[in-house]
């Protein structure tokens, strides 16, 4: 009888290593896990963050990366695996050995065209809105693109995104079909098949074709994961993050 195959789904950034800003002050720094652009250490791994990528990176028939991280980002990441299967650019791509699966490329290639034009529309109207809606915060936005593709509108504030600013971005969302994705400082607006959920999805069953015997293993941090999250069996959290304070309110 077949064992099946151990399938670890796992974001990255936050969850298996952290930027230094991100790490608690007196966590150890023992292993380098990504640089940036430049080729200067930017994340690193602490003690029992090493500890889990081992056990699991050992034990795993297939590692896949999650990650908001384009595919060039994800070249910028030290760790070991194998650099088979990856879902980038926050889903928007699946990739083998670091190009679009043909695949997926056929699923885009109806939609690339009215997503490029919806993401410039939106850049267009949030250029000229945000200063006067927003006045007080000054915005970078950014049209991002990999391999390609169009992935999303970037939008990165220097200071909390207020309510005006929040109302103003689901509406430009809204009125060009675009999915909105916040956070505290920061916005993305993405065509609908920029989606790490589905990726996921497209992944194991019409790739891998998942397996009754198959063990899927996800990792995440934040609420964003959870929805790829759920095509697995089990789920791993870090105790210091997003989805796990989620997961304590609902508890009490």
Not at 9 to 24: G, K, V
Not at 168 to 173: D, F, I, Q
Not at 201 to 223: M, W, Y
Request: net charge negative; charged share 20%; hydrophobic share 45%.
């Amino acid at each position: 009888m077949s064992r099946g195959r151990l399938i670890l789904l796992t974001d990255l950034d936050d969850t298996l290593f952290a930027s230094e800003r991100s790490l608690p002050g007196n966590a150890e720094r023992v292993q380098l896990a990504a640089v940036d652009r430049d080729g200067a250490a930017l994340s690193f791994q602490t003690h029992q963050q090493r500890m889990l990528w081992e056990l699991f990176s050992g034990a795993a028939d297939l590692i896949i990366p999650v990650t908001g991280r384009t595919s060039y980002a994800l070249d910028r990441v030290s760790l070991s695996f194998p650099r088979e299967y990856a879902v980038v650019s926050h889903g928007a791509l699946v990739t083998f050995e670091g190009q679009v699966l043909p695949a997926w490329q056929s699923r885009l290639a109806p939609h690339m065209d009215d997503a490029h034009l919806a993401i410039g529309r939106a850049y267009a109207d949030l250029s000229e809105a945000l200063p006067r809606v927003v006045p007080h915060l000054q915005f970078t936005l950014r049209q991002l693109e990999d391999l390609s593709v169009p992935v999303y509108l970037s939008i990165k504030a220097t200071g909390e995104l207020s309510i005006e600013a929040h109302a103003l971005l689901n509406e430009v969302a809204q009125a060009h079909g675009l999915s909105l994705h916040t956070n505290t400082r920061n916005a993305a607006l993405r065509p609908f098949y920029t989606c790490k959920s589905e990726a996921c999805r497209f992944l194991l069953e019409e790739v891998l074709k998942r397996q009754p015997e198959d063990t899927i293993i996800a990792l995440g941090d934040s609420l964003s994961d959870l929805p790829f999250m759920t095509h697995s069996d089990m789920a791993v959290m870090p105790t210091r993050s997003q989805v796990w304070n989620a997961v304590k309110e609902l508890a009490q």
